[in-house]
């Protein structure tokens, strides 16, 4: 499309280009007018097409109008649009057949004009809200396919409703063999051959006064061939060439108590599908005009102005008995290309159609039917190739079926199970891309990212060591059940290959949102890394974020929350190093325990290299009484209990190991079971030797079994010696 521009010009050439402008905007405003007259009243409702006219040029001068004196854009042309001429025609045929269906005698034309007026209110207060609370954006959200399938279907409907202005019958299955006559033929072919015409011509050049002139040079073309086959205009319009004109253009007050008494108020749940059609339709070509007249003029408008102008003037001809309209791409541009810049222009379209109220039936007479009727299958084509065909370099291949199904299901069923289903569709390929989406932008473990706090060179050396026990995952995009799932096992691949991991580190900060299905995985995750004693950390959480794991009780005491990575790796690592110092200090403690013990660091180091080391924490029952002794424990750090039951139920302490001290060795050497419970009093690190291990050792090397043995016996003769002294001052 050319883009134009709109220069300041004084103010009496202004004026003259703003009237120049708009009767050539009108040329479109009339011929525009008089298809759309024929496409909604056609069919039953044909009796009243001079009220059709009425209704259809009052319609045009209410918008241009009001379009004239509030939009954003002070050049912008308002009228009836293919579109929404198109799903107002769909109405109207609804209800006919309606009433028909229940009482062919009942009268048609009142009950649509309400329904025409109703409608038009109820979309003029929708847009004025829209634009007054900025909800008119929320279009910008449909689903492409959605819209892509609605308008498409929209065209669809423009040609079905051409080929009856045309024929003068709907084209059905039934009614095919009426389309046999050759008259019929003729005529078809003709509109088909002026639609190729505006294709090759107008399509092509998109010049904003090619359109009018074809039209104009058409008709006169007709009437010249006409004058050469001589046929007169009345022989014309009995042979079917032209229309015939109704007697006189009549304005009609739909709001009087009769007929609204006799409105078939019943009707109206069932046609709630082509209502919100009329609606969704009027709305997204304000939309979507406006964008288009924004590009072309270089122009920016404001959207909710537009949205709440649009929706005064439809409450204005809803309250006339007139159907809704927008403001026009093409008239509007017309208007610019021929000079108009100011309101002016589209006061003079409007001062225009009021004059159609008398000039319309005539003109009407003279009209070819293949102009109008090629001129209503161009457009209805054009919409249709465009949504449809053309749609298909910018869709995806389940994007694009969804359209096309979406286009097919509103010409079977309606516009509302096309809607709904186009709505289900859109959120199944969504789910279905999105859960493709990998919720992990990255990862990365600590010995790769650390935090920047500076670190002495031990703690380096340490963390380039241990620092795998930190595990990250860089989280992105909104966390639904699809994705949400992919981390979940990609979590359980990961904690089975880093079998160290004690600290899983997730970072929310690139997550948009989260659902509750998304909240099950996360709990999934939290069960899977509860098993393996690894603690969970989360940073950069939004208050939207939190709010759902929390209540999905994922966010416990237990689960760590810090503001940013940083904060949060530093926590990680200092537990690390503490862990890891804490580590290396007690096996330096347990080496110089054994060496005491043993009286040789290097069968000390043997002896530790058959412990393994234990962290129990304070009430951990490390053995029962009653299973059996396959193992002993040397104590580090801590204090341990013996409990034996008591009398009238619970437990007794009978005996507490501090560091330093040894517990089960008895039952290595007797193999008895356990006779007694022992439990940590308090976090305690201990060291056990296994059955098999000390076995190991008694067999591979004697001499510190035989250590072992005498450290045993030492041990017991102690604790025994302890309880005689007990028992004697018992007995005082």
């Known amino acids: ?22 009767l050539a905007a009108s040329v479109l405003t009339i011929t525009y007018g008089l298809s759309y007259a024929l496409l909604i009243f056609a069919g039953p409702l044909a009796p009243y097409l001079g009220q059709g006219l009425g209704i259809t040029f009052i319609v045009s001068a209410a918008v241009a109008i009001v379009l004239a004196l509030g939009s954003s854009l002070p050049f912008a042309i308002g009228a009836p649009e293919s579109s929404t001429a198109a799903v107002t ?15 062919p005698s009942a009268p048609v034309f009142a009950p649509v004009v309400i329904t025409f007026g109703l409608t038009s209110i109820a979309t003029g207060a929708i847009l004025c809200g829209c634009g007054m609370t900025r909800l008119g954006r929320a279009i910008r959200y449909v689903p492409y396919p959605v819209v892509g399938g609605f308008l498409g279907a929209t065209g669809a409907l423009i040609v079905f409703g051409a080929i009856r202005v045309i024929t003068g019958q709907r084209l059905q299955l039934a009614s095919l063999g009426l389309f046999a006559n050759p008259q019929t033929g003729y005529e078809l072919a003709a509109a088909c051959a002026m639609a190729l015409l505006l294709y090759s011509t107008w399509h092509r050049s998109r010049n904003p006064f090619a359109l009018p002139v074809i039209l104009i040079a058409a008709t006169l073309a007709a009437h010249v061939a006409f004058w050469l086959a001589g046929i007169s205009p009345m022989d014309a319009q009995a042979l079917g060439w032209t229309f015939q004109p109704p007697p006189h253009v009549s304005l009609v007050w739909s709001w009087n108590l009769h007929d609204l008494g006799q409105y078939p108020w019943r009707t109206l749940p069932d046609m709630s599908g082509d209502l919100i059609a009329v609606t969704f339709v009027t709305a997204a070509s304000t939309l979507f005009n406006t964008a288009g007249i924004e590009v ?19 409450l204005i001809t809803g309250a006339l008995g007139g159907y809704t309209g927008c403001v ?3 008239r509007t541009i017309l208007n610019v290309k021929a000079g108009g810049s100011g309101r002016l222009s589209g006061a003079m379209v409007a001062a225009i159609s009021v004059l159609m109220l008398a000039f319309a039936p005539p003109l009407l007479g003279y009209m070819p039917k293949f102009v109008l009727g090629g001129l209503l299958l161009y457009l209805g084509a054009d919409t249709l190739h465009r949504w449809a065909v053309q749609s298909r370099r910018r869709l995806s291949r389940t994007e694009y079926v969804s359209l096309l199904a979406i286009i097919l299901i509103i010409l079977q069923w309606g516009f509302i199970a096309g809607v ?13 891309s999105a859960s493709r989406i990998n919720p992990i932008k990255y990862s990365f473990d600590g010995t790769e990212y650390r935090s920047s706090l ?8 340490l963390l380039a060591t241990h620092g795998s026990e930190i595990q990250g995952l860089n989280l992105q995009s909104y966390l639904f059940f699809g994705s949400a799932n992919r981390l979940y096992q990609h979590v359980k691949a990961l904690l089975m290959r880093r079998t160290e991991c004690r600290f899983l580190v997730f970072d929310f900060k690139l997550v948009t949102g989260i659902d509750s299905s998304a909240a099950y995985s996360f709990a999934q995750i939290k069960r899977v890394a509860q098993e393996r004693g690894i603690k969970l950390v989360l940073v950069h959480l939004s208050p939207a974020v939190e709010r759902a794991l929390r209540a999905s009780e994922f966010i416990t005491a237990d689960v760590s929350i810090a503001p940013e990575l940083d904060h949060g790796l530093e926590r990680c690592e200092n537990a690390i190093i503490a862990r890891h110092r804490g580590r290396e200090q007690d096996e330096a403690d347990l080496r110089d325990w054994f060496g005491q013990i043993l009286g040789s660091h290097d069968e000390a180091a043997e002896l530790m290299h058959h412990c393994e080391r234990l962290e129990v924490a304070a009430g951990s029952t490390i053995v029962r009484a009653g299973d059996a002794a ?13 409990m034996i039951p008591a009398e009238h139920g619970g437990t007794t302490r009978v005996r ?18 356990r006779s007694a419970t022992i439990q940590a009093e308090a976090d305690s690190v201990l060291y056990v030797l296994t059955t098999g291990q000390f076995d190991a050792i008694t067999r591979n090397q004697p001499t510190l079994g035989q250590k072992l043995l005498i450290y045993f016996v030492t041990v017991m003769a102690e604790r025994l010696n302890f309880a005689n002294r007990t028992i004697a001052v018992l007995r005082r």
Request: charge should be negative.
């Open 1 to 22: 499309m050319t883009s134009l521009s709109v220069d300041a010009n004084p103010a009496p050439r202004r004026g003259f280009d703003d009237v120049f402008g708009g």
């Open 89 to 103: 025609a769909i109405l109207a045929s609804s209800l006919v057949d309606r009433i028909v269906a229940v009482d």
């Open 296 to 314: 072309a003029t270089h122009r920016e408008a404001e959207i909710e102005r537009e949205l709440t102008v649009t929706g005064i003037a439809n």
């Open 328 to 330: 026009s791409i093409s």
């Open 420 to 432: 709904l289903s186009g709505v289900l569709i859109g959120c199944m390929a969504f789910a279905l």
């Open 454 to 461: 500076d670190r002495s060179r031990d703690d380096q050396a």
């Open 630 to 642: 396959s193992s002993m424990h040397f104590i580090l750090e801590g204090r341990v209990g013996v």
């Open 656 to 673: 507490s190991l501090g560091r330093y001290t040894t517990i089960g060795e008895m039952g290595l050497v007797a193999h008895a079971p």
